[in-house]
């Protein structure tokens, strides 16, 4: 019993540096899913014209940037030492970029301007998707 006490001192320790087995099922894997159907919901909106579900998908991606920028990318854990605060803080500011780039979307959209808000979408918010996950993540 002993032995157990110990080993389990150190499993948050482990924890924090492993790869969690299933990130889709993380914190940060559920926080991703829940920006990508925002994404979308927005996505469908933009396309539709419906201004009211473009700026609720962009209020649920909002919602969940700012729980993913809390986490920390599993990648990370294969980053050297010396260059992780680094990467994580590089992490963060991508996805502070993101949320600044959906707000102006959203701005867009609450003032009627529905073509700037495609635009926007398109051409600043959607390339950051793509971009920050070829950095961020693993065979994406």
């Known amino acids: 019993l002993p032995l157990a006490l110990v080993a389990a001192s150190f499993l948050p320790i482990a924890e924090a540096w492993s790869?969690?087995?299933?990130?889709?099922?993380?914190?940060l894997g559920q926080a991703m899913e829940h920006m990508k159907a925002g994404m979308r919901k927005t996505k469908r909106g933009l396309?539709?014209?419906?201004?009211?579900?473009?700026?609720?998908?962009?209020?649920?991606?909002?919602?969940?940037?700012l729980a993913a920028k809390l986490e920390t990318p599993p990648m990370a854990?294969?980053?050297?030492a010396g260059e992780r605060a680094a990467f994580v803080a590089a992490y963060r500011v991508t996805l502070l970029?993101?949320?600044?780039?959906?707000?102006?979307?959203?701005?867009?959209?609450?003032?009627?301007?529905?073509?700037?808000?495609?635009?926007?979408?398109?051409?600043?918010?959607?390339p950051m998707e793509k971009a920050g996950h070829e950095r961020f993540t693993e065979g994406e």
């Open 47 to 65: 396309e539709s014209g419906d201004a009211a579900a473009a700026i609720e998908g962009m209020g649920e991606f909002q919602a969940q940037v």
């Open 19 to 27: 790869v969690p087995q299933e990130h889709e099922e993380s914190p």
């Open 77 to 80: 854990a294969q980053v050297p």
């Open 97 to 126: 970029d993101a949320l600044r780039a959906s707000c102006d979307v959203e701005q867009a959209l609450l003032e009627g301007r529905m073509d700037d808000a495609k635009t926007l979408f398109a051409e600043k918010l959607r």
